[in-house]
């Protein structure tokens, strides 16, 4: 806990060494030296939880670790690119929780694009747990996984039958695993589908797989990774207010709202323009022939 101001607390305690969040690691580390006498170096990481949890031997509450003073003086070149310091064998803290909820609006959206015949897939970098939950509160989940179901069922996931759930949560790593047809069944067999703690370099791999099954694909994305996503779906969609620079020269629409309702908004626009240009076209031609 950190009492008093934030600013004065970081100048007494110099960071002198950063390895920033990336959406591969996950997670971010910092090296200080403290005020508190201890010569040692402070060693502190944050990120996703399972990334966090895997480099950790001990559960201890409000605790933190100290580099070795031999080892690592005050002084010490530490290295963020070429790691020459310790990364595991830390001491959990504990979770900082923020709720993220949806935009009012989205769920109704979901729904008129399930109306309108668009499939909507949910691809995030949030845990498959979060993004299950964000899911069914969405509606782009509906049905049970077949995980819910083996649970029901009181039968290991494995004995479930593909074809029998038609939701489905793949995480980064399983997705790591399947081929190209593999892929494939998912996305044919399941009509409900997560994507969670995906790269943006496997966004790219969904968007290239929905094409092979002939679908017009639209993607969203903001990030500079999401670059190659955006250029290789048939509409890229880019965030107006959060998006980069790079997502917006690549994206063919740009939302000044950053809300996915407004993409549903535009696809209604779209298709009225459509239908009339239709009619237009169809009333022209019959006059026309008469004449």
Known sequence: MVNGKVEEYREKNKKVCDIPFNSA???QVSVHETNDGDERHLIVMKGAPERILERCERVLGFCDMRLPLGNFPRGFSFD???VNFPLRGLRFLGFITMIDPPRPGVADAVAKC????IKVIMVTGDHPITAKAIARGVGIITSDTAQD???????????????????????????????AQQLDEVLTLHSEIVFA???????????????????????????V????????????????????????????????DDNFATIVTGIEEGRLIFDNLKKVIAYTFTKNLVE
Request: charged share 25%.
């Open 25 to 27: 690691n996950k997670y």
């Open 80 to 82: 963020p690119d070429n």
């Open 114 to 117: 399930r109306t309108a015949g």
């Open 149 to 179: 179901l083996a649970a029901r069922l009181n039968i290991a996931p494995s004995d479930v039958e593909a074809r029998d759930v038609r939701a489905i949560v793949v995480s980064g790593s399983e997705l790591a695993e399947l081929s």
């Open 197 to 223: 703690r995906t790269s943006p370099q496997q966004k790219l791999i969904i968007v290239e797989g929905c094409q092979r099954q002939g679908w017009i694909v639209g993607v969203t994305g903001d990030g």
């Open 225 to 256: 990774n999401d670059s190659p996503a955006l250029k290789k779906a048939d509409i890229g969609i880019s965030m107006g207010i959060s998006g980069s620079d790079v997502s917006k020269q690549v994206a063919d629409m740009i939302l000044l």
